[in-house]
């Protein structure tokens, strides 16, 4: 009672823009995406993430995943640059970057 069940089509994932289009057509057009490299990956490569945060904490935890999971680039000139601020959070450091879209598109 009281949820709606939203339900779209996937292959080995789903498509991170058919997340945000039918959200937004029941009115919700700001989310908080909170995943793993691969799903954090494919919103920023969709050009979907307007705001991203990354804390850094002073600690080894072991092997594990690298990071994101973005294609990689021939070059530094073809990197992604954007805005960002770090934050001190105690011994941890929080960088709060604004993602635009890619050079040569429009937001």
Known sequence: EGVEVITLPRNDWIAPKDIVDALSNIGLNHLLIEGGAITIAQFIEADL???LHVAIAPM????GPQ?????P???LAQARRFKSKTYCLGSDV???CELGP???QTA
């Open 67 to 71: 990071g994101l999971t973005l294609s």
């Open 94 to 96: 929080l960088f709060d």
């Open 60 to 63: 080894l935890i072991g092997a």
């Open 73 to 75: 680039v021939a070059t």
């Open 49 to 51: 993430l307007t705001r």
């Open 102 to 104: 890619r050079e040569g």
